[in-house]
């Protein structure tokens, strides 16, 4: 029988059973001892691909290359040879001596694949290369890699890529926001006005760029009111905070806060918000550290425009330490304005607990009791509130085995255990505005202790 009726015979075989990798094997090595070693690659390689630390498939490989390199370095197609026929020629070093399917010696581990011959290449894998990894370097588009990424696995990232931040449209609007009045007022004749007003604006000589700082307790809406503004002047807002700019690499955070405002020119007219501003923008001769000493001049570099022009781009601050911040970034052309946001009114506070009642269960709740007894709270305080006696409610009801409405009861005990969380604001505020007050900055926050009979 010729070799090609025993090569088509074992064909036949080992179609009708793929996972006969010994079969699979002699197979490969009769192909090669025939000059066909594209079609033994194909059949070495998914024995590989089932167990890539067999040595005779590791051996059969390196040989399969050797003869496919030496064919196409010759320009002529490998003779043809079979078990009758010894090898000659170059040939003869890489089909070992003694007949069909005969396997070479394995390579050592971590050592390169032996040489075929003259004339012939040393095989895929280089000094001090694994010979694995060559393999499937070398048969990329024959046999699939043996391991693949994680799907949860993220992409590696370059230092070069330029990160994306989150450009919003703000939906809120001014007339969302409860009470204060004096702050509406202020934005209106700082940014709202002049923006509605383009005629006069250029009459007057007034920019569209500049910055404000809103000051006061925690939880009194200086987000919400940022992007309130930014609604009522139908441009694009963006947040940024700390997180958004601290790297552990010299040099990056001050990239991205480039990126942060140069993403926000491209974007005018845009409200970019600082949230906790005190942390970017703290006092240099209170740093310590070097690296945020430099992402503080950055900062003021931005505010300055010296990198791209602001035009378009309002900057809006927010800080529950207005002390702490450094006086730099407050003089005339960065963060200009200073604006107290103080704990909601009592039509503010009416707005607020409607808002977070209005899809809750209630029944004989009195409004104005309520606001009458929440003075000093925050708007995060009567959200709590609402919350406690939601909590109230429900408990009463899986003890009772029946629902009930949420009643002014409910209420009556929540505020037994809420407490206004600005008091402790105050305290501080107080000593700052007695002892820290240069320049009037505070003049503000003096007027509204004094009326409180705090100062």
């Known amino acids: 029988m010729s070799s090609d009726s025993i090569i088509d015979s074992l064909t036949a075989a080992l179609n009708a059973n793929p996972a006969d990798v010994p079969l699979r094997l002699h197979l490969a090595g009769l192909l090669l001892d025939a000059g066909r070693p594209a079609e033994a690659i194909a059949h070495v390689g998914q024995a590989l691909a089932r167990n890539p630390a067999d040595p005779q498939a590791q ?33 003869a070093a890489a089909v070992p001596a003694g007949g069909t399917g005969a396997t070479p010696e394995p390579p050592q581990p971590g050592g390169p694949p032996q040489p075929g011959g003259p004339g012939q290449p040393d095989g895929p894998s280089q000094q001090g290369d694994d010979p694995l990894a060559a393999y499937e370097r070398e048969l990329a588009d024959v046999v699939p890699p043996r391991f693949s990424p994680a799907g949860d696995q993220p992409e590696p990232v370059t230092g070069d890529a330029d990160r994306m931040f989150d450009v919003e449209v703000s939906t809120i609007r001014l007339g969302d926001v409860g009470g204060m009045t004096e702050v509406k007022e202020r934005l209106e004749l700082a940014f709202l006005g002049p923006l509605r007003n383009p005629e006069l604006r250029k009459l007057y000589g007034k920019s569209l760029r500049g910055g404000l700082m809103l000051y006061g307790p925690p939880g009194c809406g200086k987000t919400f009111l940022a992007k309130a503004i930014a609604g009522e002047m139908g441009a694009k807002f963006i947040s940024l905070s700390i997180v958004d700019v601290l790297d552990m690499w010299i040099g990056n955070s001050e990239r991205n806060l480039h990126e942060l405002f140069q993403t926000a020119r491209r974007s005018a007219p845009c409200v970019l918000f600082l949230d906790e501003v005190d942390a970017l923008g703290h006092k240099r001769s209170k740093v310590t550290s070097s690296g945020m000493r430099t992402i503080g001049n950055q900062l003021l570099a931005e505010l300055d425009g010296v990198e791209g022009n602001n035009e378009g781009v309002f900057v809006l601050a927010a800080t529950n330490t207005p002390w702490d911040v450094d006086p730099a970034l407050r003089r005339p052309g960065r963060l200009d304005r200073v604006v107290l946001v103080l704990p909601p009114d009592a039509p503010a506070r009416t707005s607020i607990l409607e808002y977070h009642l209005r899809d809750r269960p209630i029944a004989n709740i009195d409004v104005r009791r309520i606001v009458a007894a929440t003075d000093d709270f925050s708007g995060a305080d009567l959200a709590h509130l609402c919350e406690s006696a939601a909590e109230y409610a429900m408990a009463d009801s899986i003890r009772r085995g029946e629902v009930r409405m949420i009643e002014q009861r409910d209420f009556d005990r929540a505020l037994k255990d809420v407490r206004p969380s600005t008091k402790p604001w105050f305290a501080t505020a107080r000593n700052v505005a007695m002892f820290a007050n240069e320049g009037g900055v505070y003049d503000d926050l003096v007027g509204y202790l004094k009326r409180r009979k705090m100062l």
Do not use: I
């Open 59 to 91: 051996a059969l490989m390196q040989r399969a290359l050797g003869v496919g390199a030496s064919s196409t370095a010759t320009g002529a197609p490998a003779p043809d040879t079979s078990a009758s026929a010894p090898a000659t020629g170059p040939k």
